[in-house]
């Protein structure tokens, strides 16, 4: 049996586990691992990609920049997860506001380190990438749809600097790119009717607050609608191996993602619609494998 302080301490690696989101990171890690292999450098050795240490040096900065962002963003938000999340803000409080900013500093300042063994222009990016995710988190979120914007922007940001690392400037990276930020932005959009209680509450100038929940209804539904045209484009312009049946199968969610959202009324309505885009995308990074099935085995020599 664990003692009362091990327990403690195991209490407190969970909470911040939760606080980091330990589990997103890993996933955009693995996404940015696999968008190499099977799109920004098809043509490398598997072997060669793998082992690249500059490639790792910008994963292992990406993740580390976007702990210290969920926990700045916890930081900021902890008096509004209270109302909106209350069980996740009590596992969450296990980690005190001074250790969290202590985290914080620690994490950007070792994800500048690893970028500078990179190059100049990784500590420029990451430490740009560090002031737009504090700015975010302390001014612009509050901010209606340029919160949403800003957001997504720095959700796909990881991915940027995988980009502009291999210098593939093929068209179909940016389709890939147009897809996922449409989608991300309409989840963004999805938790602002999903937190409204907590968001009111700290006077957040959200766009269902501002202008209702319609409004916001009909702006998400723009963006599933926009987000079909990189899906048709993929499907029908763009060799992505068998990854066309999820895109197919994209369709068909985004179809019955709208009937629901039209009838969503509740906070549990639009967390179960949060959740549809959420497996939507956690999905997209697994089917990137389906580009290439063989492709793995053709090229670990």
């Known amino acids: 049996m664990l003692s009362r302080k091990n327990k403690l301490?195991?209490?407190?690696?969970?909470?911040l586990f939760s606080i980091v989101r330990g589990y997103n990171i890993l996933m955009i890690a693995l996404?940015?691992?696999l968008a190499t292999i099977y799109i920004l450098a098809p043509n490398l050795p598997l072997r060669r990609v793998v082992f690249d240490l500059n490639l790792f040096c910008i994963v292992l900065s990406s993740a580390l920049v976007i702990a210290g962002g969920y926990i700045i963003n916890s930081f900021y938000d902890a008096e509004k997860d209270l109302i909106n999340k209350?069980?996740?803000?009590?596992?969450?409080?296990?980690?005190s506001q001074r250790f969290k900013l202590s985290a914080y500093f620690t994490l950007n300042f070792l994800s500048v380190f690893f970028a500078s063994y990179v190059s100049f222009r990784a500590v420029f990016f990451f430490s740009a990438y560090i002031f737009g995710i504090w700015l975010y988190s302390h001014k612009l979120k509050k901010?209606?749809?340029?919160?949403?914007?800003?957001?997504?922007?720095?959700?796909?940001a990881p991915f940027f600097a995988v980009f502009v690392y291999f210098k593939n400037f093929d068209t179909v990276i940016f389709v890939h790119a147009f897809f996922l930020f449409l989608l991300?932005?309409?989840?963004?959009?999805?938790?602002?009717?999903?937190?409204?209680?907590?968001?009111?509450?700290?006077?957040?100038?959200?766009?269902?607050?501002?202008?209702?929940e319609r409004i916001s209804k009909i702006s998400i539904t723009v963006l599933i609608v926009m987000t079909l045209?990189?899906?048709?484009?993929?499907?029908?312009n763009f060799d992505v191996g068998y990854m066309h049946y999820y895109f197919i199968l994209c369709i068909a969610l985004f179809i019955v993602f709208l009937v629901l959202l039209w009838k969503s009324r509740t906070k549990f309505h639009y967390v179960w619609l949060h959740n549809?885009?959420?497996?939507?995308?956690?999905?997209?990074?697994?089917?990137?494998l389906l580009i290439d099935v063989d492709l793995v085995l053709n090229r670990i020599l």
């Open 31 to 33: 996404a940015q691992y």
């Open 143 to 156: 901010v209606p749809f340029l919160g949403n914007f800003i957001s997504a922007t720095l959700a796909i």
């Open 9 to 15: 301490l195991l209490l407190k690696l969970l909470s």
């Open 184 to 212: 991300i932005l309409a989840r963004e959009m999805i938790k602002d009717l999903e937190n409204i209680a907590g968001d009111l509450a700290q006077n957040y100038k959200t766009i269902p607050i501002l202008y209702g």
């Open 276 to 288: 549809i885009l959420k497996l939507i995308i956690v999905l997209g990074v697994f089917s990137i």
């Open 86 to 95: 209350p069980r996740k803000s009590m596992l969450d409080r296990l980690v």
């Open 229 to 236: 045209i990189p899906s048709l484009l993929l499907i029908n």
